[in-house]
């Protein structure tokens, strides 16, 4: 039996790196706890097959696909999907270093993130399709997006991409640098100053996920909300194990 934890993640064009917005919350949790773990690459056609079987248990919920990513396989064998709920996981069976939770702030940052992230969808998306994910997945890509969307992903950018989009975004900006701003302890650069805590990784993933898709998506973003950069700087070290 493999003493590792395995991380699986989506695999992109190229070298495989990470990249998934999702799979960096697992990631960063992983790197700086210093878990000692490896990645297996799975894509958008073959993660129900190769999850199922994993032994994963399927999601039920009716939001969201049966089967995603991140999910981890425990050395035990025990299979886990979910990043809020891998990182519990993590927190209780690896405590050090110990990585500070609290519900209510990672519900406020998430509903923050969610703002940035729902209106910049169609650049988003659009820019995955393009560059990051693998050529055998892009026509199931845009079939699924096509369904979730109402609009195919070339529509989808065309009609709620551009500035509209960044405009749109603008609140969302302002609820991460109040975010970064209300809650500090102290002066350091993390949400409650120099102690980090999950809510922290929910910010950096976001930032690493559009880094790694665009370098100008992510420059802009740091035009918003320079915070938001200076959380993701301090994140650096955690976000260096990419495979």
Known sequence: MSEDIILYDLASRGRCASWSFNVWKTRLVLNYKGISY??????????????VKTGVS??????GS????????????????DSAVIAQKLEELY???SLYHDANLQAKTEQAI?????????????LIHRRVIVESSIPYFL???EKRFGMSLEKFEQSKGGEQAWKAAEPGFKLISALLTEHKRDN???I??????YADFIIAAMAESIRRIDMAMYERCLTYANKFGELHEACKQWTEKDT
């Not at 049966?66 to 025990?78: D, E, K, Q, S």
């Open 58 to 63: 399927p999601n039920t919920s009716g939001q």
């Open 188 to 190: 350091g650069p993390f």
């Open 114 to 126: 969610g703002a940035i992230a729902g209106p910049l969808l169609p650049i988003y998306m659009s």
């Open 95 to 97: 405590p050090s270093p």
């Open 38 to 51: 490896r990645t297996e690459w799975v894509d958008h056609v073959n993660i129900a097959e190769i999850l």
């Open 143 to 145: 079939e699924t997006r």
């Open 66 to 81: 049966a089967y995603t990513v991140p999910t981890i396989r425990l050395p035990n064998g025990t299979c886990i999907r």
């Open 192 to 197: 409650l100053g120099t102690q980090l805590c």
